[in-house]
Each structure stands twice: as structure tokens, then as C-alpha cells.
């Protein structure tokens, strides 16, 4: 029996505790820990991203974590259980890295495609974007690690996101964007809170005492902590007020004991303020300390079978079969008789596009790229397939990561690194740190080292690594840095980012240069030396580098045009049975920081596409993308899957779908319009002169397509298996306090599969205009071939029935009849009944 945490007595705390101390509490030490007060046995505790999974303490050269699929697949589940497992699985890990905190789940609504952080939420449903939230919490909380629920509330763009005024009627931030986080907390209780960096109706939400105090504490009755987004306070004295417990990161902006002290002196803030948010910091804190993680932590990463397991079977499970003319597939390991070829094709073949960008990606311990995924595959079983492999199209914003490309002076694949205090022209210059480095990406925001006094950002550091190239051409090299930066090829000047620089998009948040390129005529086989020349922040010409070291990013790639690479791929599939194309976009066109500008896949993959699917006809596309992406050619191709950022096992998962060791079974989380004119938040996205408005009001996602009578190119909770089913023998029971739906589902095919049951309820004659139908609740139910098993789900009243009334500011649930809807996707509904209630009452709280 393990011994019992000593917990703080909070209320003796606040006694002892002088005023600096409560103040110096009530922000960061620094950018992942509370300030700790020893005098008083106060611990520091350990936050660390996050939703994709738990990055621990650094962003350089990080301890490998484990990448779950992203947001907006696991939604594609439709699997509480599995959900669940997947929080436990973050703690377990939250654990290895010492945090006590995990900054998710991220429960922002996906309003519109071009949302640069869309695939870090869940959905465009309130309903199924809190019950992912929810059921991850609960995983995250079971194995007593604190959970923060963020971005509360409308952080659902990317543009100014830390000025943009959100102007938004109440009952839409209550029906849509505010209920995520009212299922979530009701049903699972978060212990900690992460505000947004936008307005809400002219008002910062971190400074809202509307939304902190009448919304959060006195209305919902929730007790956790609440915290700022990084660097998303605004004031000191209304921050305070409004009960912003924790301003992150550390050291404090706002919070400065000087000028705070003065204005309690002054009573501009009251005593009792400061007790008050101390004492949220407090519980923090003690809710931390019931992991029970020890005071030093080295930090560790999880590289077990049993988590490779849990992260394939989300991944499974989160793939959406949309397209599958004439069963194309599964495809078959085996060709007989004789030999079938398969060829593969397409700029994420052979690319990892484990997650989106920003503050969700981290340093992923493995991935498995779809082609590596498929061509394990194949090699089980003494296959008699043959696999082709061409690119077909680039992808890239700027030139690919070659870290896996390069050999080290070891002998190993990537780059070598030196760091010095003198710049490269010092003959006598001396190595202060070195060790070997697995990508050309290297962002040094967090870089430290014994042999750097605190604060100092000057130093300059050469990577080195060698090149051989497969085939003789031209090739480009390139180079985006925030400091300076050459590139040498044999100690050969190939690229200048340093004498001249240009304002670009590199780095987080967009702040570095462009990228300089230039070009070298290489011979293939043959091995060619790179080194970069790099200097720190301060040696940044253009302006003052805000990311600390700053960073380099470098890259390299057969010059070529989209036409030659079309018709080299074009060859490549005229001379396959079948065609794997895997397309989508990535990291660098779907992040935090930016929104994408349109909802396209950029460069020549459209015309890539056209093109094989002319030269054959059995062309199966994979998409992988954490939103919607146009799909002109979707008419033309036989079979469509969505695979979403997989994490670590994302080539693994697309094999087993494609080739039927896993029976799709995902359904899709947000409506796929067929074009961005057809988005809801079309006219009304991103900022217009600091202020968004939010006119699609209720009707987001599938709400509106269904409202205008829009049919989207694929419907929101649709998705395809290799087997059918039956959903059948609906039994509809009601009473004051809930409606329970029994139904009984029915495999009709032959392959062992699972179906997702949706509930959704319609009001018959609405006093106020609402949407069509609404999803209320969701079950699945995994079934072998001819079995049948039931399933109940249960809503309550106010749940299944209630709107915002603006007048009375309340809930209402009218009397009326109402219809229950049985489906398996929002446009197939199978099952009807209806229910009544015979009073209208109004309520407000959880």
C-alpha cells in the first residue's frame, strides 16, 4: 500500500503566506512550471503540451514522446471507451515526462476548414466534440494527472487570434461553442482551465468576469483552476478580478510585484482578490501532488508494444472510408494467379505527416510513413505483390527536412552538431556542446546550455552532415532562419542567408525570413559534404528575434518541374493494376499560428490526381489532413479514404484499412463541403479590421447544409465498412427526466466490423428557429459477421430539448412533440419516433 500524499492545508497557507509570496504564485516560474515557496514547503509543479501528446519540457532536442492521431480523428472514432483508454495512456506518459498537467484536450469548435489549429479540435458538433473532450479527461484524471481543458471559448480561427474581437450572439456561444466545455465539465471535471486569446463581445476572455465568475464558477459551480494561454494576459488589475488564477509563462509580464503591490496598497485590487486566485493555485498544486511524481524528474519516453498497440488501434479506428466504387477495396496481399503491382504515388507516400503544426507537434518517437506501412505489409506472408514507388508531386511550403537524408561523421542517418561562442571566422574558436541531431528543422527557442550564463542568446553553431544523392541533377538547397545562416556544400558558398535577409513566414508564429535558395549540379552515388553556418537571435539583421536562440531550418531536392514529376508517376501507374495515391497537405500549411487561405491541396497535386486517374483506373486516394480539402476529382477516382495525422503508427493504420486486416469503421467528425463557398463561416471568417463576426449564429457544420438544403459532398458522421448492417426494432421510452432509444444492430455482411449508432432529436413545431435535427448522443457496437447486439442510449429532458432563450437568458425546454432519429450518418437516418413533453421550463447550471 502505497503511502498517502501529504497534501497543503490551503487555508493555513493563505495565513502564513505574505503578499509577494501570494502574488509571485499567481504566474510562472517560467515556461512549464509554478513558482515553488520553499519557506513554506509549497512544491513546483510541471505543465507540458498537450493534445497530441506530452511533449515534456523542451522544444530543441527533445525526450521522443508518443503521437497520438490528431484531434479531429480520434473524434472519427466515435469510441468513448477507446478515448478513455487514450487519456490514460497521456497520463501514463504526462507521468514519464514529470507533468503534472496536461495543456489539453483542445475543444474549440472546427468552424471552418482554413482553422489553422481545425485538427487539434475534435468537431464541428458541440455535442461530439465534448464527449471526446470529456472521455479523454476522464483517462487523463484517472491516473491522477491533472487535465486543462482549452481554449475557453471561440479561439476557432488563427488570424490576430490575440486581438480579434469575436462578436457572436449568446445563444450561439452557448449552443455551439460554449457546450463543449459545459459537456466536458459536467461530465468529467476538469481540475484546471486555459483561456483563449481572443475578445468575446469587445472583452478579452481572460480578463472576462462574465465567462470566468458568472459563467464558470457561480453558474456551472466549477472549482477548478484557470489559466492563460501563453503569453494571452492583457492587464494586471482586470485579469485578477475576473479570476484568472495563473498567468503562463513564467516570469510574470503583468504581474510585476512593484507596480501589483502598489495597486493593492491603493485598494485598486482588492486583498481578497489575491487570496482568492492564491488559493486556485493552491489546489493546483495539490492536485498535482496527488500523482505522486518525484521532485526530480528524468524525463523518459514510453517506447512499449502495449502503447504502439493503443496508438494503432486509434489510428484504425479513426480512418473514414468514404468512396469504394465496385469494392476495390480491400486490396489483396496476394495476387494469384501470377504477380499483381501495386504502385504508390503521391507527396505523402513517403512523408510522415504524424500531426498538424504548432504547439500539438513535438518530437514523435518513431513514424511509420504509409508507404513503409504497406510495404510491410506486403512482405507478410511471402506476398507475390510488387511495389512502385514515384513522388508524383511536391508538397512542401518549403524544402523537405532532410535529417533522415544525411549521414553523420558516426556513421548514422542526420546531422552532427557543434556549438561555439565565437562566430565561424575565429580560427581559434572552441566547442562548448555537441551531439548529433535527427532533423534539418532545428528550432533552438529553448536551447541551454552549463556553458551559457543565464540570458545569454549569442552563439554560433555549425551542422554538418553528408548528402548522396539518388539520381544526378540539379538540386536545390535551401535555407529560412531566425539569426543567420549559410549553407556550404564541399565548402562551397551554395546559400546566403546572413549578408541579406528577407521578412518570410518561417518558425512558429511566422517571424524568420523567407527562404533563400540555390542551386548545385549533383552526380549521383557520389558523397557530398553540407555544413551550415549558424548564428543565434541576436545576429538576426531584420529585427529583433523574439524566440530566445532562435533557429535554422535547411533542406534539399532534385530540381524539377510538377510536369516532369507528373509524367514520370504517370508511367509509374500505366504500368500498375492498381494505384495507391497519397495526397493531403501537412504540418506547414495546417498549423497554430496561421489559418490556411483556402481550403485547396497546394501545388500540382489536383492535376496529379486528374492525371493517374486518366492513365488507371484503379486509383485509390488517401488523404491525409486534419480539416476538409477540396476534392475536384473525387467523380473521377473509384475509392477516397480519410486518414487524418495519424501519430507514430499512421502508415501502419493506413495499410491495415487498405489491405482489410481493419475494417474501417471511422465516421467522419466535420461535414466535407464540396467547395469553400458552401462553409457556413464562408462570408464571416477571419479578421476584418480586429473583429470577426460570427453570422452563421446556430447553424455550424452540418446544422446549416441541412438548413439551406445543401448537400455536402460527404455528410457529417458518414463513413463506409467492408461489411453492411442493419439497424433495426427502434423501442422509444420517455418519462419527466430522460428518453432511453434501445435499438438492435445487426452485422448483414461478412467481415467482422463495427457501426455507429447516432441519435439525433428534432423538434416538431420550435417556437424559435432551430436546426433541423441535432445529435444528442452516439454508441458503437463491434459485431462479427451475422451477430446482433443491442444498444441503449439515454438523454435527458433538458438535454434532448433545450435552446438559449435570449430574452429570458435562460435555457428553455418547450412542451411540444419531438421526433428521436436513428441513423448511421447525419443523412441516412433509418429509425423514427417521437416523444412529448407536457411542460415548458427554463434552467440554467450543468
Known amino acids: 500500500m502505497s503511502p498517502a500524499i501529504k497534501q497543503l492545508d490551503i487555508e493555513s497557507l493563505i495565513e502564513e503566506l505574505t503578499v509577494e509570496e501570494k502574488l509571485s504564485l499567481l504566474a510562472g516560474k517560467d515556461f512549464w512550471h509554478t513558482v515553488p515557496i520553499d519557506r513554506l514547503d509549497i512544491p513546483s509543479i510541471r505543465v507540458s503540451d498537450g493534445p497530441n501528446g506530452i511533449r515534456g519540457t523542451k522544444f530543441f532536442n527533445s525526450v521522443p514522446s508518443n503521437c497520438f492521431p490528431c484531434g479531429t480523428g480520434l473524434a472519427a472514432t466515435f469510441n468513448k471507451d477507446l478515448l478513455v483508454e487514450a487519456g490514460e495512456l497521456m497520463a501514463k506518459e504526462a507521468r514519464m515526462k514529470g507533468a503534472h498537467v496536461i495543456l489539453g484536450p483542445t475543444c474549440n469548435i472546427v468552424r471552418s476548414p482554413l482553422g489553422g489549429r481545425a485538427f487539434e479540435s475534435y468537431s464541428e458538433d458541440p455535442l461530439l466534440s465534448g464527449h471526446a473532450a470529456g472521455h479523454i479527461i476522464k483517462g487523463i484524471q484517472n491516473q491522477k494527472i491533472v487535465a486543462c481543458i482549452k481554449h475557453f471559448v471561440c479561439n476557432d480561427q488563427e488570424d490576430e487570434r490575440k486581438a480579434v474581437n469575436t462578436v457572436i450572439t449568446e445563444r450561439a456561444l452557448r449552443e455551439i461553442y460554449l457546450k463543449p466545455f459545459h459537456i466536458a465539465i459536467r461530465d468529467s471535471y476538469p481540475k484546471a482551465l486555459m483561456t483563449a486569446y481572443n475578445k468575446i463581445n469587445g472583452v478579452h476572455v481572460s480578463q472576462s468576469k462574465r465567462l470566468l465568475q458568472e459563467v464558470l464558477r457561480d453558474e456551472w459551480k466549477w472549482d477548478g483552476t484557470i489559466m492563460s494561454d501563453w503569453h494571452g494576459v492583457y492587464s494586471a488589475k482586470e485579469s485578477l478580478d475576473a479570476g484568472l488564477n495563473l498567468e503562463m509563462p513564467g516570469p510574470t509580464r503583468f504581474r510585476q510585484q512593484t507596480p501589483t503591490l502598489h495597486s493593492i496598497q491603493t485598494n485598486e485590487i482588492h486583498r481578497d482578490v489575491i487570496d482568492d486566485n492564491a488559493r486556485y493555485i493552491l489546489k493546483l498544486i495539490n492536485e498535482g501532488l496527488k500523482a505522486g511524481i518525484p521532485k526530480e524528474v528524468v524525463e523518459s519516453p514510453n517506447p512499449t508494444k502495449e502503447a504502439s498497440a493503443l496508438l494503432r488501434k486509434a489510428g484504425d479506428e479513426s480512418i473514414v472510408l468514404l468512396k469504394n466504387e465496385n469494392n476495390i477495396l480491400p486490396l489483396s496481399k496476394k495476387a494469384i494467379p501470377g504477380q499483381e503491382k501495386i504502385a504508390i504515388i503521391g507527396p505523402n507516400a513517403k512523408a510522415a505527416q504524424d500531426s498538424g503544426g504548432g504547439s500539438a507537434s513535438l518530437n514523435a518517437a518513431y513514424k511509420i510513413t504509409p508507404f513503409e506501412g504497406i510495404e510491410t505489409k506486403l512482405r507478410e506472408g511471402g506476398n507475390t505483390v510488387s511495389l512502385d514507388y514515384s513522388l508524383g508531386a511536391f508538397l512542401d511550403r518549403n524544402l523537405p527536412d532532410i535529417g533522415h537524408s544525411l549521414i553523420n561523421e558516426r556513421g548514422d542517418k542526420g546531422l552532427y552538431a557543434r556549438f561555439y561562442k565565437e562566430p565561424p571566422e575565429d580560427k581559434e574558436r572552441k566547442i562548448f556542446e555537441e551531439f548529433p541531431l535527427s532533423t534539418s528543422r532545428i528550432f533552438l527557442s529553448d536551447f541551454k546550455s552549463k556553458n551559457l550564463a543565464p540570458g545569454e542568446l549569442l552563439f554560433y553553431a555549425d551542422f554538418t552532415g553528408t548528402f548522396i544523392p539518388d539520381e544526378t541533377g540539379d538540386y536545390d538547397f535551401g535555407v529560412s532562419c531566425l539569426g543567420t545562416a549559410q549553407l556550404f556544400v564541399d565548402d562551397k558558398l551554395v546559400v546566403d542567408n546572413k549578408t541579406k535577409q528577407t521578412k518570410g513566414d518561417a518558425f ?20 557530398y559534404d553540407i555544413r551550415v553556418e549558424f548564428g543565434s537571435s541576436p545576429t538576426f539583421t531584420l529585427n529583433k528575434a523574439p524566440l530566445e536562440g532562435g533557429g535554422v531550418y535547411f533542406g534539399v531536392r532534385i530540381k524539377t518541374t510538377g510536369e516532369e514529376l507528373i509524367e514520370k508517376a504517370v508511367k509509374v501507374a500505366k504500368e500498375a493494376d492498381k494505384v495507391i495515391l497519397v495526397v493531403g497537405i501537412s504540418k506547414e500549411w495546417e498549423s497554430e499560428g496561421f489559418d490556411r487561405p483556402n481550403m485547396d491541396i497546394p501545388g500540382y497535386t489536383n492535376d496529379l490526381v486528374y492525371a493517374i486517374a486518366k492513365a488507371n483506373p484503379n486509383v485509390i486516394v488517401v488523404n491525409q489532413s486534419g480539416s476538409p480539402v477540396t476534392l475536384p476529382w473525387i467523380k473521377e477516382i473509384p475509392a477516397f479514404v480519410q486518414a487524418w495525422y495519424g501519430g507514430n503508427e499512421l502508415g501502419n493504420t493506413i495499410a491495415d484499412v487498405l489491405f482489410g486486416d481493419y475494417n474501417p469503421n471511422g465516421k467522419l467528425s466535420m461535414t466535407f463541403p464540396e467547395r469553400i463557398e458552401d462553409v457556413p463561416s464562408f462570408l464571416n471568417f477571419g479578421s476584418t ?117 435570449g430574452y429570458k437568458n435562460k435555457w428553455q425546454s418547450d412542451s411540444g412533440k419531438y421526433k428521436v432519429l436513428i441513423g448511421n450518418s447525419s443523412d441516412n437516418i433509418t429509425l423514427e419516433d417521437e416523444f412529448e413533453t407536457k411542460k415548458t421550463f427554463s434552467w440554467l447550471g450543468l
Open 508 to 527: 512558429f508564429l511566422g517571424v524568420g525570413t523567407r527562404e533563400e535558395r540555390g542551386v548545385l549540379h549533383l552526380e549521383k552515388g557520389k558523397e
Open 689 to 805: 479590421n480586429g473583429q470577426v463576426i460570427y453570422g452563421e449564429d446556430v447553424f455550424v457544420g452540418y446544422r446549416y447544409y441541412e438548413k439551406v438544403k445543401r448537400t455536402p459532398l460527404f455528410p457529417f458522421g458518414f463513413g463506409l465498412s467492408y461489411s453492411t448492417f442493419e439497424i433495426k426494432d427502434l423501442v422509444l421510452t420517455s418519462n419527466d427526466e430522460s428518453i432511453t432509444a434501445s435499438v438492435k444492430v445487426k452485422n448483414t455482411g461478412k467481415v467482422e466490423g463495427a457501426e455507429t449508432v447516432q441519435l439525433y432529436v428534432q423538434q416538431v413545431d420550435p417556437s424559435v428557429n432551430r436546426p433541423i435535427k441535432e445529435l444528442k448522443d452516439f454508441g458503437k457496437v463491434f459485431l462479427k459477421p451475422g451477430e446482433t447486439k443491442s444498444i441503449k442510449l439515454t438523454v435527458s429532458i433538458k438535454e434532448a430539448t433545450s435552446f438559449w432563450n
